[in-house]
Nanobody, 121 residues
Framework: QVQLVESGGGLVQAGDSLRLSCAAS????????MAWFRQAPGKEREFVAA????????DYADYVKGRFTISRDNFKNTVYLQINSLKPEDTAVYYC??????????????WGQGTQVTVSS
């Protein structure tokens, strides 16, 4: 079993930066690909970024390339999402997930409770 706890969200202004963290616990957590998804009000949960178990391979949704960076520290069992140049349309609940690789929600078996990011214009 893997437990995921996100942190780092908050209310920020457009143009600011945030770093979200996802602390993972469980014996196999450091062996699993992990990802970030987000869900804006009234919208479907969408893929943001993913990283393989070692951190050597990453994947991003087209709309975040150049602004978002996913990374992981397996010594700390933590995955990060660095978000730069925040835009109001980035407002959403951001979820951490662990499981198989890829961009589909169904690939991930474990989910955190989410952290709210709100960007004011």
């Amino acid at each position: 079993q893997v437990q995921l706890v996100e942190s780092g969200g908050g209310l920020v202004q457009a143009g600011d930066s945030l770093r979200l963290s996802c602390a993972a616990s469980g014996r196999t957590a450091r062996l699993l690909p992990m990802a970030w998804f987000r869900q804006a009000p009234g919208k479907e949960r969408e893929f943001v970024a993913a990283v393989n178990w070692s951190g050597s391979t990453t994947d991003y949704a087209d709309y975040v390339k150049g602004r978002f960076t996913i990374s992981r520290d397996n010594f700390k069992n933590t995955v990060y999402l660095q978000i730069n140049s925040l835009k109001p349309e980035d407002t959403a609940v951001y979820y951490c997930a662990a499981g198989s690789s890829g961009t589909l929600r169904s690939n991930y078996n474990y989910w955190g409770q989410g952290t709210q990011v709100t960007v004011s214009s």
